[in-house]
């Protein structure tokens, strides 16, 4: 909303004062009662809206996805059961779903490509979560390199892959258990590495947490840390630094 | 029970030494055996009673909404499955249940609704907790306003409500993740704010303990917390809180 | 500020538009540089400015309080230490100190005392948080009832003063160690309880988090907790609900 | 084992060598291979054998009980399934199931029943662990008095039992969430009491740490606390200290 | 107090009403304001009072042990420091300090001593918790037998004393680090264990937390436990089952 | 990969240059995309690969090990379920499940079984953990003594089995609860002991963690810990350690 | 190191085969026992060295800079106490030292500065961390942006600045206790937040525990987080950021 | 102990019966009150008396190293401050102390040293811990290769050490903060790894939590892990497996 512009209406005439007051207070969104949609996010941010569909009611889920399809928007929800996808598809028939990265998404204007990320797993019970983090990334407009199972305990298929991976923008370390991946990637590399720390593991990983401990203490230097098993932050701010990166 | 008037019939012998102190001892409730029931609690905090539904054994559940019924009291109930429902309802036939807040209530003698609540969640994940506030709130004689879904990540949607939200006596801020809410809410309005953080999240926020020390350390005076999801403490204390500005 | 004012003067031409966009923009501090104060605040919440002392260098210190005291406003600092106070009244004659609460004050306009709020705590090395509580409550205009060493362990001196402690309109609970002195008051009285978990113990107490779990998991209804050992926090809330009820 | 004994019967020739070095190293238990039963504790330590079913598969769990209804020795089994009872009940017809303590019992010799233990809960929901406090006490061989539903929450409940409570040599406390119980107990009576922390409750309970956090700080005296649920940790130690006073 | 007695004095008219109700209210304690002494505590509980020194400060110590002093009372303070050794030796010289054990004490009156108490420790490190067991109950009159450094490390050493370990009516084990002394005891004796562990250790063993797991997990049947290097509270709760079991 | 030898080739012209860097950049592993099969691994520890199946989809894990029994290799799985057994099964019919360990392997090639390892469990409950520790180790060529039931609280069947424990070059020793087995082993042997916390219990085990501070801070020499549970990890070390010892 | 023109120099004869291996095994650095420091690292990364002051002994850490000034190298250190500045002074007489951010460095060769970063803090106790953000970014080659003090609890100081802190490439985001001004931030601006949380704050804040998950658990999309108190992690990464999109 | 001799002395009457009974229970340690020194467990264990000096009493200390002096014997004492240093030097003139690993010891019999440990650090920060480690296995009759300063942030660092690193029957990894390095060496080498993680690091290290997690967790096999800081466990166990190898 450009304030000057709506002050000068308001100077004009051409927009009165309960109205300016009303636009001053509600910035466009859509009130569904149960739900806020922002539909202007995309101005915003450069990025369309995003949706977490874990723990939402099938009605509200429903609601919200009928909303985007209404507008000819594109919208994306992370975290979403097949029991979801089902239920969406029979109102937004063109929704599509990927019960690995467990994606969901309606996805008529796909967003051009460009620069480049490496997504990179410890092993390969990491590759849900990888996933979420690569079709977040390239359907925000990134091209992405995958490269999985190069975890630390088999070194040589790290060193293997060095060159494809250092050649992205920036770097994504997905890795459960000890988590070690990200500062040693990060001590080989010279772009920004993002660490995923996952929950794959038992016992002392405690969910994850072990894994995510090591990644904030990573001694290598250019490591950022988001929470367990999120591909989707990851996704989102490494493509915000690959699109820095390809202006 | 009032001591002195106790020692004056004492004193009048229009007690017996024996029964005086037998009352002294044994302040009026019912004695189930495996519950004790409180039916004078009203009289003392003001509130009927309240159950706490989950764990309870059938037999024992029914029992004590039987004792409520017979005896014509209110009584309301938290965190009620729906098989708890099933069970009470076939012998409390006017027993009412709310499967999204999991309140579970006999409810013939409505109080009047004074004052103002405003109860806000950050998302719509957090809604379940926040009706569970808002219904024993409005149970315990409160009105209230429910925000939904104006969480701290787009925060315009908070200011388009905030003149609402701070029209009441008691702000309750229901948020689960990074739990901000309340410390952003407490900032921008002159009202006590009810602090509910929620389980809802994944990975570090382990259960709400995340939420729960957000709200805990919030910087902002005029906050409190309550547990994790413990929407029925919120909606109790705000009421005692709204009843007094409303004397 | 209000925003309808401000347009009117807009649309009248009293107020040109680039001087409206900026004070629609920038809302009324000072900024020093190193701290942006707000002394407008008063206006906004009743209460006037808060300074968390501790961890602040001198030179910042000093020069917040030599504001407030330059424009004969008062101010209320927490956890100062006795050397802060030094520095401070160097150059601020007025400012005055309490060793046992930590509060360092400039207080020459003091607000009316209204209605009452009683401070408890379970064991006498409570009393230094409780001083806090009492102390910032005064500052913010409640009269207070200190009632302290009233711990469960010995529950009989609990009951001898609980006509006094109901007398108030809110109660601050302040205790460590196994913190059960909220519940069991919460469990007697009608009003809302404000529960302060001390770090006061050893072992098992961990700092304070075996006093802040039993507050928050309190079965009586009423209760609601702050940080441990966060006296400034509940005296705050306390004076909310204090006023609200002396309306 | 009398080793001064063995010994005499080795210098007289009664024993030979072989046998009093196997004797001294293989104290007598009958070795299933899976599981090593003690059939000479009860001679020991006063008491007969235990067996924590929980976890253990279906056939070593049915032959240990064969082995000690072979001996015709009783034993008793703490939290067993349904599933378990109706396997062992196949091959030892008179095994008994309590399903609320989940004990699992061979009871053909019971002891008889001295001094007094009062078993007391905070709340209903305790009952189950509170159930398998008082049947190990019986069943090792003391008298019980349940005390249900007493917890500090309504306290003129647990003062109008107060008496009954304190007749007994031993008193357990049994309470979740906050757990308050076992301290203010111990403050109003003169018994050793035995505290049982219970996983009752969510949010910030954590599975029970918080009752153990606070048993553990307890400031009244004479408190101490088994593990989260350990009914029969605390029937046991219960009844040691209740047969020493009976003696 | 005996009730009954107080009815029967306002009956006959011995009493007027008004005394009676505040005798009800008030059970006899001497209120120092910052602290509420209960003088009356011996009859009730069988024990003199205990003091927490820890954080008090000089003035309320002194304060507390001149009132014990002037009444020819004796008190057992815990956690003294020298320095409150001496402050407290100024106004009160019969005072006695222990500064391995830190216990301070007026003690004109000892106790018969009686029955036995076994204090045994898994290192050297654990002997000033153990002497605060020790000198507590022997405060209290029990007898005490001293067993250190027996821990399981060397477990022959402790084989050497079981014997006269076991003639007691009651055993404290003390131990850090891993804390298994306890466990190993409860399975070689008969007799309750009470459980002290000790803050002895480095790295995991997080302050005493580690010890004090492994004393809540205990497989051996017969074994409770205090706070983290709490001597006192085992001291007194020893002494508790130490006296049932000599009457 | 012999580097020298590559040299050599370079230099000679055996070899080019694009081929001598390719081959320095990846050394030899299988790239099925989604996983990385190390089939050299046997040459560079002396151990056959190893596959944690655990989370792995059934398509990955029926693909890694058909690209082991195509090349005639074993493999040793854990953590295999029913479901992947079977679903492998299909398509490579010679591999062998145990139900209780959960290990999954293709065994066509065993080793020579050399030296001895003790593996001992504390209580019944820990067995499935021992024998993924003991099927480990005999898979990678160790002979291996099975002891279990032998825990603390009944530690004359641990005195009674010494001399066959102490016969191997290492130690496993497996509990859980309070895990004080490890250390008390450690105190009457003088081979290396590997410690495996396991995630029996409850209540205040919290998943293990007791067990594992526990066998983290024993006070016996000689005593190094795993993950919770991971007895694959144990069988391994234990095999390199036995394997030393029997060259 | 080019491994191709290495290999073309063993094959024409300009380098024997036992130096070419040994420079494909021994990457260049100087090896000064205690420590191997890495001159080549300014090629690899494009950054220069970095040392980690806290903890290293006088005379390693003294002999760490004079390696670097002796080869007329820049070096960095962070977490430099006084004592440390003055001994490396004495040797290293250029050397520079800033006692708020504790950044101890060599800069007689100044990188350009590029781009912008904005180096936000919630308080004004954050700004020590602020500064070595700030002070590493700089050494690094960005430009700064300082806006200090501007934490959620007062949002409208927030606002006032967020044109300029949206100008920068990316936003680094420092708060304690609560922490949430990370997230607020990211839903305000387009371009990456890296969060720095802080030890700032008391009790529940667990030395930076509360804010670390707040950040973790972020609403808003395009954060990521690095250690407690690592405002050097923060400054790196961000500066990495920043040179990407300077280009 | 010889139990079959013995029994063949009581047998031929050599050896009465109540000295038998008293040797069999009572095997030969000094008992010095406050502490039970066990000398002959060099004859058990194959390795001299270990004391762990920290938290001792000096009259404890030193008497303790004043036995094995008087008796000829040598002892190694871990963690010992300068001022235990001073005060044993004073009694027993010859013994050694080095401030940098904290080992004091009586060292007039030194052992042949065999085999060979490497002892690895990540840092220059763990030199303390390492030299614990090496100091210990040299005086137990080990060879030690240090390697320091090789952590995987600059990991090529550690592969020009890699091939001397091997050479070792077994390698000790110490590393603090992330704790990389132990899994890492593990996946690169075939020899067994003892990890130590240290609690150098700041933040969200918690202590050498995180470096602890991440080595229970190593993905690579191989690795088994002591106590944080525990340099001595480290370097005992290495050198049991190092003599296990050098038979």
Redesign the interface.
């Known amino acids: 909303m450009d304030?000057?512009a709506l002050?000068?209406q308001?100077?004009s005439?051409e927009l009165d004062?309960d109205t300016?007051?009303q636009q001053?207070?509600?910035?466009p969104?859509e009130d569904l009662?149960?739900?806020?949609i922002?539909h202007h996010?995309k101005l915003?941010?450069?990025?369309p809206e995003?949706i977490?569909c874990?723990?939402?009611s099938m009605e509200?889920l429903v609601g919200i996805y009928k909303s985007f399809y209404d507008r000819d928007d594109d919208v994306l929800g992370t975290?979403a059961s097949q029991a979801q996808y089902e239920a969406v598809a029979q109102v937004v028939p063109c929704v599509e779903y990927d019960p690995?990265s467990k994606v969901l998404k309606i996805h008529r204007h796909p967003l051009e490509q460009v620069g480049l990320i490496s997504v990179c797993t410890?092993?390969?019970?990491d590759?849900a979560v990888a996933e979420e983090v690569a079709q977040v990334a390239e359907y925000f407009g990134s091209k992405v390199n995958r490269v999985?199972?190069?975890?630390?305990?088999?070194?040589?298929?790290l060193?293997?892959k060095l060159?494809a991976i250092e050649a992205a923008?920036?770097i994504v370390a997905i890795a459960g258990?000890?988590?070690?991946l990200a500062?040693?990637l990060?001590?080989?590399v010279?772009?920004?590495v993002?660490a995923v720390?996952t929950?794959?593991?038992?016992?002392?990983?405690?969910?994850?947490?072990?894994?995510?401990?090591?990644?904030?203490?990573?001694?290598?230097?250019?490591?950022?840390?988001?929470?367990?098993?999120?591909g989707?932050?990851?996704g989102?701010?490494a493509t915000?630094?690959n699109k820095?990166?390809s202006?």
Chains 1, 2, 3, 4, 5, 6, 7, 8 share one sequence.
């Open positions: 304030i000057k002050l000068a308001v100077k005439g004062m300016a007051e001053l207070k509600n910035l969104y009662g149960y739900a806020k922002d996010r915003r941010s450069g990025f995003v977490f874990s723990g939402k509200h975290r690995l410890g092993g390969t019970s590759i999985y199972d190069v975890g630390v305990a088999g070194i040589h298929r060193f293997a060159d923008n920036c258990m000890e988590g070690a500062g040693v990060a001590g080989l010279s772009k920004p993002i720390p929950s794959i593991g038992y016992g002392a990983s405690f969910g994850g947490l072990s894994a995510l401990l090591t990644m904030l203490n990573s001694c290598a230097e250019g490591v950022s840390v988001v929470n367990i098993d999120n989707f932050g990851a989102y701010i915000q630094i820095l990166a202006k």
